[in-house]
């Protein structure tokens, strides 16, 4: 009897994971369908600087690093999300949706949830020179301001 209670509730648990887990790629995919229908992204940056920096990784990868940091008001609870116009057989970086929501707070001490900048780095396969390579990448950053308002704010640059 024992047993069978240990079991239950072990695929109670499982369950409750993998019910995360659909709910998590739910969102990330909307997230990916709503940037891939954008038609065009008008760039601010009046809440956080963006800023978006291509590397030659390998002979045959480029790699693209967002940073999201000095913000102008309080963001919390963040998710963002990088997308971009290459073909890829990669996943799009991002942050705050399977993994921990973090806060961007002007002038506050940092630890583990309260940090100074987010980075999200990607690679694309190509080997055109970072001279010759002009992908279109967009970030979408959602968060709470201070008054507990859902934001959601979108960059754009082709590089």
Request: aromatic content about 6%; glycine content about 4%.
């Amino acid at each position: 009897m024992k047993k069978t209670g240990l079991v239950c509730l072990i695929i109670l648990l499982l369950s409750g994971c993998i019910g995360q887990l659909d709910e998590d790629n739910i969102i990330y995919h909307s997230y990916i369908e709503e940037m891939k229908e954008l038609k065009k992204v008008t760039t601010s940056k009046d809440v956080v600087n963006v800023s978006i920096e291509l590397d030659r990784h390998t002979d045959d990868e480029i790699t693209y690093s967002v940073v999201i940091d000095n913000p102008k008001e309080s963001m919390k609870n963040i998710e963002a999300i990088v997308y971009h116009d290459q073909k890829t057989a990669d996943v799009f970086p991002s942050v705050g949706i399977y993994d921990q929501k973090l806060n961007l707070i002007p002038e506050q001490k940092h630890d583990e949830k309260n940090v100074k900048g987010i980075v999200l780095v990607g690679y694309i396969a190509t080997t055109k020179p970072i001279e010759q390579f002009h992908p279109t990448i967009q970030v979408m950053i959602v968060y709470s301001n201070p008054e507990n308002e859902r934001k959601k704010i979108y960059y754009s640059q082709t590089l």
